[in-house]
């Protein structure tokens, strides 16, 4: 397999690239900004899987975060505005869209509160077999989807 990960932070993708010389080292990494680039040498419908942890907590919601989340994460990678909660998993679909391959998969962490929403904009995408998970709780948590084929 190969897998490329991208980060908009240099400092986190310095902690992935200790952890991956240790237990991945095949991993490649990118610093990007997904928001106004793509991801570099992945040739368009050739990508397998694209799964994502992008931020989601509204900033409203940032009274509710434990201290202990909001010591050690940055702001960058929590929060997106209450304006525009689907943010990032627009431009996520946009690129899935144009890397993943027929029958590839896109798998995205979601704010729970906002998991039919995420399914409808894929949908909307063009996405194919969309649907929502729940984690171990009950709490939805993920939506996956497919390229069509």
Same mark, same amino acid.
């Given at each position: 397999?190969?897998?490329?990960?991208?980060? #908009?932070?240099?400092?986190?993708? =310095?902690?992935? @690239? @200790?952890?991956?010389?240790?237990? !991945? &080292? !095949?991993? +490649?990494?990118?610093? $990007?900004?997904?928001? !106004?680039?793509?991801?570099?040498? %992945?040739? &368009? *419908?050739?990508?397998?899987?694209?799964?994502?942890?992008?931020?989601?907590?509204?900033?409203?919601?940032?009274?509710?975060?434990?201290?202990? $989340?909001?010591?050690?994460?940055? =702001?960058?990678?929590? /929060?997106?505005?209450?304006?525009? &909660?689907?943010? /990032?998993?627009? @431009?996520?679909?946009?690129?899935?869209?144009?890397?993943?391959?027929? *029958?590839?998969?896109?798998?995205?962490? #979601?704010?729970?509160? /906002?998991? +039919?929403?995420?399914?409808?904009?894929?949908?909307?995408? *063009?996405?194919? !077999? %969309?649907? *929502?998970? +729940?984690?171990? /709780?009950?709490?939805? @948590?993920?939506?996956?989807?497919?390229? &069509?084929?």
């Amino acid at each position: 397999a190969e897998v490329l990960a991208v980060d #908009i932070s240099e400092a986190a993708l =310095a902690v992935a @690239r @200790r952890n991956a010389a240790r237990y !991945a &080292p !095949a991993v +490649a990494f990118q610093q $990007v900004d997904i928001l !106004a680039t793509m991801p570099t040498g %992945v040739a &368009p *419908g050739t990508l397998d899987v694209l799964v994502s942890n992008p931020p989601y907590v509204r900033e409203s919601e940032r009274p509710l975060m434990r201290n202990n $989340v909001l010591a050690w994460e940055p =702001a960058t990678a929590l /929060f997106v505005p209450d304006n525009d &909660p689907l943010l /990032f998993y627009r @431009r996520l679909g946009e690129i899935g869209r144009e890397l993943l391959r027929p *029958g590839g998969g896109i798998y995205l962490e #979601i704010n729970e509160a /906002f998991s +039919a929403q995420t399914q409808a904009l894929l949908v909307g995408q *063009g996405y194919a !077999a %969309v649907q *929502g998970l +729940a984690d171990m /709780f009950g709490k939805d @948590r993920m939506v996956r989807a497919e390229q &069509p084929r």
